[in-house]
């Protein structure tokens, strides 16, 4: 211990070093990266020729391998470089490499439809970019661009090896004076792992703000019994379930999107048979046979091994409602399952959900279908605003309104005559 306080502030010169080293070369590492990734899907030939052969080698030779011929080759071309700018610019170009992978692979999963959406009302490409695709990429090239720079901080130890006094450094030098490699080793592992570990947990918060679902503030939401996401403890306060709880009561709750969300690469079959599998333990053959039997239920037995890009939206949504029922719901949600369906393939959705009412399925159903919600609700609920105005029967709140809003929602429908 006495040996470790002693060494404390040569330690705390190299951590400096280390950080000023790791910085740098993460932003010559992300703009490089950047500019890569932007050559590959934007440049023309030449560009894109040159990016590519740029990525081969840099993925292909060892990263001490570079930092020896910066260091000790190029001296023998006349050209000297610093140990901290060859440190810098070594890791930065080596790791540029693979934040340019994240980079592209992040804007590759945007939609080609926000392209569309953007150039469909005069954006030009430069401005597509900024202000559509960059926001939604770089979401989801948070977690592997934290992983990135992880790999790159622990990366900065090989500077040693060219003589700049980062932390590994240091600590060589510790050990050659002291021969106590245990301590001044566990104290350079430490540091390495505070940093890295600062990082990650950024990352995971950065990644929650990012990918939060709805949460409610107020109230209680229970599911057969159970408060659904929240528990409240005996002195009144509020506290989340766990996430292995929470994952638990939803699986009790089937969710039909608006969009589909199914999953693309596997069939209608394989599409509701995945849940009660990887949830529930039942087996595949078990599963698929109730999978099938429920692609018949919704009048898709013909439809059991073709991919939802092969289907209709109406077809899709049917899909969509026999994998929530794979999971053997308590209830059903619906958010606005009709309103992405050309007027034809409405009828095909709500045939299947007033099937399920007829079977006693519990269902929330988020609508403007509001013919649909007056012939078939117990209850309704009039929002705006994110709050209930008005509540009750169908026959109340569409025969006698109370609210000056309601009343003027009910009056355009009947202008329209939707109801």
């Not at 081969?56 to 000297?80: D, E, K, N, S």
């Not at 430490?190 to 918060?205: K, M, W």
């Not at 069939?267 to 109730?290: C, F, I, Q, Y």
């Amino acid at each position: 211990m006495d040996l470790l306080i002693a060494s404390l502030p040569l330690l705390g010169g190299g951590v400096w070093i280390t950080l000023q080293l790791a910085v740098l070369a993460a932003i010559v590492a992300t703009v490089l990266g950047l500019t890569i990734a932007f050559a590959q899907l934007f440049g023309g030939l030449v560009l894109r020729i040159v990016a590519e052969a740029y990525l081969y080698i840099a993925r292909g030779v060892p990263l001490l391998v570079l930092l020896f011929a910066m260091y000790y080759a190029l001296p023998y071309a006349g050209i000297m470089v610093e140990p901290m700018s060859g440190g810098v610019l070594v890791i930065g170009l080596y790791f540029a490499a693979f934040m340019a992978d994240v980079f592209r692979g992040a804007m590759l999963a945007v939609a080609q439809g926000q392209w569309e959406a953007g150039r469909a009302i005069g954006l030009r490409t430069p401005t597509i970019l900024v202000d559509i695709v960059l926001p939604q990429a770089l979401r989801v090239a948070g977690p592997p661009y934290v992983n990135t720079l992880i790999m790159l901080v622990k990366g900065t130890s090989l500077v040693s090896v060219i003589g700049l006094s980062d932390v590994t450094f240091v600590g060589r030098q510790i050990i050659e004076r002291t021969l106590a490699p245990f301590a001044i080793f566990g104290a350079v592992a430490a540091v390495y792992f505070v940093i890295c570990f600062a990082l990650s947990r950024c990352g995971a918060y950065l990644e929650r703000r990012a990918n939060l679902l709805e949460q409610f503030q107020e109230g209680e939401i229970r599911i057969g019994g159970e408060s659904m996401g929240y528990q409240t403890d005996a002195t009144g306060r509020r506290r989340r379930r766990s996430e292995r709880d929470i994952a638990r009561l939803r699986a009790k709750v089937g969710m039909v999107f608006q969009s589909f969300n199914l999953f693309p690469h596997m069939t209608a079959l394989k599409n509701v048979a995945l849940g009660p599998v990887r949830v529930n333990g039942m087996a595949r053959r078990e599963a698929e046979e109730l999978a099938a039997s429920l692609l018949a239920r919704v009048g898709l037995a013909d439809k059991l091994d073709v991919v939802p890009g092969r289907l209709s939206g109406g077809q899709q949504q049917r899909v969509a409602i026999a994998r929530a029922l794979a999971m053997s719901p308590k209830a059903m949600l619906f958010d606005e399952v009709t309103s992405a369906l050309d007027p034809e393939l409405v009828a095909e959705v709500l045939d299947v959900m007033r099937q399920l009412r007829e079977d006693g399925m519990t269902m929330v159903i988020v609508t403007h279908e509001m013919a649909f919600a007056r012939a078939f609700a117990n209850r309704i609920l009039f929002m705006a605003d994110g709050k209930i105005l008005e509540q009750g029967p169908p026959a109340e709140l569409f025969g006698d309104p109370k609210t000056a809003r309601l009343q003027a929602f009910l009056k355009s429908f009947r202008e329209g005559h939707q109801l």
